[in-house]
């Protein structure tokens, strides 16, 4: 299993801001920053309906995928 990392960012695009991982080990990229998702009970994190969301890679660690969301680094 992979774990979360601000090296996951070396690959994906310069507009994404955020990472998360659900429960299904789904890595996926967000437009906004953390402060502005929300993670619901179910599997998901979420951002606002007119923002952008991306599937980027699967495989990750799922164990503490409610507290996985991490913001890019210096920006």
């Given at each position: ?34 402060r502005y ?39």
């Open positions: 299993m992979k774990r979360l990392t601000q090296d996951d960012f070396n690959d994906v695009p310069t507009w994404v801001n955020s990472l998360t991982v659900n429960a299904n080990g789904e890595l996926w990229g967000h437009e906004v920053r953390v998702l929300d993670c619901n009970d179910r599997r998901f994190w979420c951002a606002l309906m007119d923002r952008v969301s991306i599937l980027i890679d699967t495989g990750y660690d799922v164990i503490r995928w409610r507290e996985s969301a991490i913001d890019r680094a210096n920006k």
